[in-house]
């Protein structure tokens, strides 16, 4: 992949936070550590959350398999529908697909999302996964933690802890899903 | 990721991924009023929503704390119980107020039970009533959603929906394929849903049935009207059997119920006209032996039960974009 040096912002007042090469740092170091704290990478199971944690998962999971050679579960869980804020939203969110192990009883589901905020989602994430079964323990990666936490809820695994203001905005783009440069950015409004 | 901000939806610039439904109806009122866009999101949400089902908790807390009516002022078992399981399996709250049991038969009109429903702060509203444009004229006045579940001979939208859901579900596309709708179309809500749906989906309607109830002025619609089963089954992709209300003594339409068998019953005889991966649909309840032979209501090419299945799943995301875009 040829990074544009200079991609396009995803808001006029946008200052750039990582370009492709910190993220792709920030991905490897995560895929080692998830390798150094599950053994058995064969029960692991990594679950994108709709839908740029989808795009994350597949590429830690790749890093994980480049690394070790093991090929963990790589799948996706929507929280549209576990969600307590629906009323909240102008246009209800897109309900997307669910891909979880078939026997969740003995797995380490690790949760996948790109940016980590009040932590509702990862909530909802959870709710959704119990609902299929119950699965041995969950563990949580993000590329950006912004802080402003609504719940008790803490990520295993962090790219990067970016202190925000309440109303500024992260904007995570990958390449795969947006045809730009993967890139994470934050704009104030 | 969009749900770390849902409290400011302004969307960063190109997005080419919606992450959204992109559903701004607080009613569904008609298919005729939706575009192909609309369809396309409905059928997209329900094929999540199908997964629900097999579940081992099918349950998930979207509508959690909504309260949902079923306003049936005409008798329906079917598509009740489908909105009711769909509410169920979106922990919504139900209530079933049938005809009998309701102050419509104490002269109460349907505005003033409507507006009581919505005193007691019901949030969805799903309607069935014998007049065409009873449930838009309630959707116009309530701030609570509006489902249609059958207005007179006008629509009955999400029958049309779980048909097409399951045609897509099946063949994998719409476009191209050629539908042909058999019966009752006169007085047929679903066979007017269905055109409008296959229309905007790109297929191709033949309409087939005695003249007296497959009136030629359908033409206007955009379909084909036939009177002549045979020479269709050819050339379906999917038949789609209408059920004959003969228990409404339609006996001026068409002589004898066996004469109506032996011009436009999907006999076995007839099947075998049908192309080998033909779907043959029935939006229920089937009578065995006059709108369809037996067996082939069981055979594999019979998606009739597969229908019911899918209904479930499409109720369940109407109501789910129905509620979620009332806070505009």
Known sequence: ?189 | MISPMSATPSIPASPPQRADTGWTHKDLTSIEALTADEIKSILDTASAFKTVGVREVKKVPALRGKTLVNLFVEPSTRTRISFELAAFRLSADVVNISAATSSLTKGETLKDTAKNLEALHADIIVLRHSSAGASQFLAERLDASVINGGDGAHEHPTQALLDVYTILEKKGRIAGLHVAIIGDILFSRVARSNIHALLKLGARVTLVGPRTLVPREFEKMGVAVTHDLDSVLPDADVVNLLRIQHERQRKEYFPSLSEYTAFFGLTQQRAELLKPDALIMHPGPINRGIEIDSDLADSARSVILDQVTNGLAVRMAVLYLCAGSRNG
């Open chain 1, 1 to 189: 992949m040829n990074p544009d040096p200079n991609p396009t912002p995803p808001a006029p007042n946008a200052t750039l936070i990582l370009d492709h090469a910190a993220i792709d740092r920030c991905l490897k170091r995560i895929a080692h550590e998830i390798i150094e704290r599950n053994p058995d990478l064969s029960k692991a199971a990594l679950i994108g959350i709709p839908s740029r944690g989808v795009e994350m998962a597949r590429r830690l999971t790749a890093l994980i398999t480049e690394f070790t050679g093991a090929a963990p579960f790589s799948g996706m869980v929507d929280v549209a529908m576990h969600r307590d804020d629906l009323h909240r939203h102008r246009i209800p969110p897109r309900v997307e697909r669910t891909e979880l192990p078939h026997e969740m009883r003995d797995k380490t589901i690790i949760l996948v999302d790109d940016v980590l905020f009040s932590g509702r989602t990862c909530r909802a994430a959870m709710d959704s996964i119990s609902s299929f079964g119950r699965p041995a323990r969950i563990q949580y990666a993000v590329l950006v933690d912004r802080g402003h936490r609504e719940l008790p809820i803490r990520a295993d695994y962090v790219g990067k802890n970016m202190p925000t203001a309440f109303d500024e905005r992260i904007h995570v783009r990958f390449e795969a899903v947006d045809h730009i440069p993967d890139s994470v950015w934050m704009s104030r409004p």
